[in-house]
């Protein structure tokens, strides 16, 4: 099958999903609206922009790091068989892969129809109802649809050493490969947790063989498998761009992640922190019929896993696209064929009218003031359920022609970070040489 008839295919199980748990009330958001006449009066009355609801994303897996800006009382919304909320999910047209407890639009992005009325509609159902309007004609054609979404994961322990898979083997399987990239912004990280650095692939003198031995004993003991890797501190401010196929263990540090439309992976590392990992977790993502650990070790993109000159070719400062006495926008995910990144900076007292090329999402992390025809201000403390202004996505007709960006302050910047899909123009292709 095609990539765009693995999404198709796809997005009927979710749709087929998602019409079964109306019906018995298994949503996050249940109080909606697909009434397109709604949608079309909204998306006009926001002048090309849509003023997302906070997706917060619980999972069975890792410690709450508490820097989402969400309310104390709140990040065990989902009850306590389903674990904190470490995850808040940007311009998602899909549903998280949380397990069976799930409830059927989790990591959805729904639209605020008004800041006085709790009435909301899918994105997904937006980009039905508008289309090419929305997200473009070349997105449509190729993705029919938006084909990436973003995240802030927010943990205080490190993540498992795992890999995201390839687009061949996660057709195999009938999805999508995944691709994604690391952005750590200096707003929302006034602290590390318990470890500030990340591990990528293997160390280049490490053997296949090595990792099987490893992860053959998966279910027996502790698999140690980031002793076969390397870590990189972080660096507050940069990212990194993670290949699908490369196994990786993110540190403890609030990341922005760009990424596309999927959520599959495979774990290597069986127990983190204290916390033990069962064994489907290395496995779930194959065939029905398998041949064990062979299989495993064959989502790996081995050369990707042991380059050694990883950091170099994978590593990502940011790149100045425009400076001016009003404003700065850097390129902060960049040089790949899948996803790219902005952070706008607008200066304190400043309006000014910023031109993209192409449809995106995106979310305020400092600051206040005016996004087109909305107020906008970075979340201070959220309760989980509640409206908020920070987070809008740009239809392309309203990035193309520009869209207007007030810093009401008079002493704060106002930045904001931007996702776009693989047709964003004028993306650097290419890693600088240090």
Known sequence: MTEKELIIKAGEKLDARLAEAK???????????????????????????????????????????????????????????RGSITERWFSSTIAAQNGEMAKADEGMAYVCVDYDSDEKFSLRNAVKVLGKELVGKELMEKYNGWPMYS????????????????FEAAARVGKLGKPECYYFPKQLNNYFGEAGY???????DVTREEVRERIAHFTDDDTRITELSRAYRIELGTGWYTPAGVIHAPAS????????NSDVNSVYENTVSGEVYP????????????NGIDDVLDLLDWEKNVDPHY????????????????????????????????ELTVYPGQTVTIRDGAAYGCIFIQG??????????????LHF??????????????????????????????????HFGPNCPNVPREVPEA
């Open 151 to 166: 995240k802030f994961f927010d943990n205080e322990n490190p993540l498992f050493h795992h890999l995201h898979l390839t």
């Open 23 to 81: 019906a018995s009330g298994n949503l996050v958001v249940p109080d909606t609206t697909e009434d397109e006449a709604v949608i079309r009066s909204t998306f006009e009355k926001g002048k090309g922009i849509l003023r997302l609801f906070p997706a917060f994303v619980p999972r069975r897996f890792g410690k709450a790091g508490h820097r989402l800006k969400l309310h104390p009382d709140d990040y065990f919304a989902f009850g306590m068989a």
């Open 311 to 342: 950091r170099k070719h994978y590593f990502r400062r940011p790149l100045v696209e425009t400076e001016t006495e009003q404003y700065v926008q850097k390129w902060i995910t960049y040089a790949n064929p899948y996803i790219a990144a902005k």
């Open 385 to 418: 359920g509640q409206q908020s202004t920070d987070e809008f996505f740009v239809s392309e007709k309203a990035a193309v022609e520009g869209v207007t960006v007030a810093n009401l302050s008079r002493v704060e910047p106002l930045v904001l970070l931007k």
């Open 253 to 260: 540090v609030l990341t922005y992640e760009p990424q596309w």
């Open 368 to 381: 206040h003031g005016k996004f087109g025809v909305y107020d906008c201000e970075a979340a201070t403390l």
């Open 279 to 290: 064994p489907e977790m290395l496995n779930e993502e194959c065939p029905a019929e398998h």
């Open 198 to 204: 990340t591990y990528f692939g293997f160390d280049p």
